[in-house]
């Protein structure tokens, strides 16, 4: 996925949420509000997420 793609998924479907957004390249970050981090490899269609600091929630299939 791209990154454009990702920012795109992920300000759908927090339209209303402050998100900041980050890449290395290999992979995609988005910090929902401090408290949902969602991330995905730039080859992979997945979404994932981690709550609180690091507790993973596994696939985040509502947004993809």
Avoid: C, W
Wanted: glycine share 10%; aromatic share 10%; proline share 3%.
């Amino acid at each position: 996925m791209s990154y454009d793609d990702f920012k795109r998924k992920v300000q759908k479907a927090y339209p209303d949420a402050k998100v900041s957004y980050s890449s290395n390249g290999a992979q995609h970050t988005a910090n929902v509000e401090g408290r949902l981090v969602l991330y995905t490899n730039a080859d992979s269609d997945a979404i994932y997420g981690m709550m609180n600091g690091g507790v993973p929630i596994g696939r985040a299939i509502g947004i993809e």
